[in-house]
């Protein structure tokens, strides 16, 4: 209990106030939660000025990061299985480890679809015109990545290959990268830090901010509603594709010699490339989903 000083008659008591020892902050989930409340900012920013609802745009965005958490972190939880699940040994531990987001973060490829499943998911029930809000939270959705790539880099996963280049980075022991290269046998166990690496978490936020910049200048250009959100599906997927070169934390698939995002970057441009057929051969004009958008408010 606190202790009360100079309790005297007519006196009010001082009390001492107890110390904080600590107040633990995670870099991975902080970076994320600052990376949703910027994307979120642009967005509505953006919405009011194209004359689209920003409290829609608050809901989207709420739903997108829900559904992305839960896809981002089922990915992860079924590709690092024997890590998570390593010093578990009843069904309440497992459960625990599922879901403790500080041991372990998310497959962004993962969140990605999760969050699309929740967007479109959201554009259904409320009959909301899905690609022109994509056209318009494209920007955002890459914002929203670059500032969860540096969690990534605070946290240790997603690392690179062994890099003799001067920006090579080292990651300390208990770092997601120390421990997996130390049960691959690439480490020892007493190593003070892992051998330079790639940084390939800073790759890929320069990649995103720069996916966001073309994505944003792009869209006052777009011909036809959704072209902007096939465009940056596109260039993400092929943009990640040749990232994961470098990277070392996937390992191949399906013998393939390709990991399972790179895979799934080959399902990306080739669903962006359809999007973007169909909406030459069927698309509207932005201008009249504008004025769709407008009547239906």
């Given at each position: 209990p606190p202790t009360v000083l100079g309790a005297r008659?007519?006196?009010?008591?001082?009390?001492?106030?107890i110390p904080i020892t600590s107040l633990p902050i995670f870099g991975y989930g902080t970076f994320v939660l600052i990376g949703f409340l910027v994307a979120k900012w642009v967005g509505e920013r953006r919405a009011e000025r194209a004359g689209y609802d920003p409290l829609v745009v608050f809901d989207l965005t709420f739903w997108t990061l829900v559904c992305g958490v839960l896809g981002g972190?089922?990915?992860?939880?079924?590709?690092y299985a024997d890590v998570i699940f390593a010093r578990t040994q009843t069904l309440g531990e497992q459960v625990f480890s599922a879901i403790n987001l500080s041991n372990g973060g998310l497959v962004l490829i993962g969140a990605m679809l999760g969050g699309a499943a929740g967007f479109f998911g959201y554009?259904?029930?409320?009959?909301?015109?899905a690609f022109a809000y994509l056209d318009l939270l494209t920007p955002s959705i890459f914002i929203g990545v670059a500032f969860g790539r540096i969690g990534c880099l605070m946290y240790g996963c997603c690392f690179g290959d062994p890099c003799s280049q001067p920006w090579?980075?080292?990651?300390?022991?208990?770092s997601a990268a120390f421990e997996t290269l130390s049960k691959r046998g690439y480490l020892m166990k007493q190593a003070a830090a892992t051998m330079p690496v790639h940084p390939t978490q800073i790759y890929s936020s320069l990649n995103a901010a720069l996916l966001a910049f073309v994505t944003y200048a792009y869209y006052p250009y777009r011909s036809r509603v959704g072209e902007v959100f096939a465009l940056g599906m596109i260039l993400y997927a092929l943009t990640r594709f040749f990232i994961e070169y470098v990277r070392a934390d996937e390992l191949g698939q399906l013998n393939t010699g390709l990991t399972i995002s790179q895979l799934l970057c080959l399902v990306m441009a080739a669903g962006g490339m359809l999007i973007a057929w169909r909406l030459r051969v069927a698309g509207e004009s932005p201008t009249a989903s504008e004025a769709n958008q407008s009547t239906s408010r």
């Open positions: 008659p007519g006196v009010p008591p001082i009390v001492e106030p972190r089922a990915f992860y939880v079924v590709q554009c259904r029930s409320q009959r909301i015109p090579g980075i080292c990651f300390p022991p208990e």
